[in-house]
């Protein structure tokens, strides 16, 4: 999607150790009417999928997962990083990897809002090593639900997470793939797509 | 605002100790057609005062902050629970008291993303006791930019933080105050708007 290439362009910071900064538009200032264009984005990639319901983690996927709903008119829930487990069995839980915070989360979706008969399009912010998104799968599946698709606001092809999700046979639409990124120079490559 | 009430009577539970989930439509699953009117209302509302940014917090007043925003077309920026804080000077911080968590959290926004031009409608989905959003006061102070109002999902009008705020002249807009709860008949009341 050439208009958030060109705004990460613009506006993305490159940092040592593969760090790409879009805190001024996407995961803590967000820019909603750039938000609105990945939803019109989104629907016309994933339209062909019978999407009843979008699937997001805090913090930074909610916003950009709320405006992406109102394309397709369906409810968003958003799995939560538990402070505690609740082991009354209202919940499904997994396991989920920070690499950002060095930590391992709980994560938690209530039972009664994934069932069976839902069609989940997962919605993100970023997909590096992939193990937020692998975790809202194993959350979806747990459910006996079906995963139609996951949609990626920026990937970072050069990290494992694209090919680990696409190869469980999972289609991934990401609207920016950065290929590389060079924090001397401050520029980074995107995928041609 | 009439809507919002009646999804609160059909789809709210009274907890005992004066909970209301409304974890169905507002803050776990989250109804994004009813963000929309909620967006049109705080609009109406609050069109009056030049506002060119919402402030929020994470995690559940994204979402809402993010649909209502589109209706004012200005970025929102979300107020973070810090990890750790960073003394490097480029945060504000405060520290804002959960009672539903019991722990007093340090909260933090860029200071690039605050600044005393700022004109700044505060979005959350709850006041109760008010913490939060004298928290994200705080934040807008610190920055030397202008409170223009509060808009709020759900008041707990026998609570004590929507009399705090408007004690300090803050204008507070709730879209539904809800005046007593009975967790014995599961009913409960909302004040006369």
Redesign the interface.
Known sequence: MKLLEERIRKDGIVKPGNVLKV???LN??????L??EMGKEFKRLFGDRPINKILTI??SG??????V??HF?V????A?KA?SINLDGEMYTTKIESFT?KKVYDVI??K??LNKEDHVLIIDDFLANGCAVAGLIDLIQSAGATVEGVGIAIEKGFQQGGDIIRGKGIRVESLAIVESMDDETGTLSFREQ
């Open positions: 805190d001024s538009f803590h200032q967000m820019d909603v009417e938000f609105n805090e913090a909610i916003g950009i997962a709320c405006v709903a109102q008119q409810p968003v829930v958003f939560k402070k915070h979706v209530a009664k809002f």
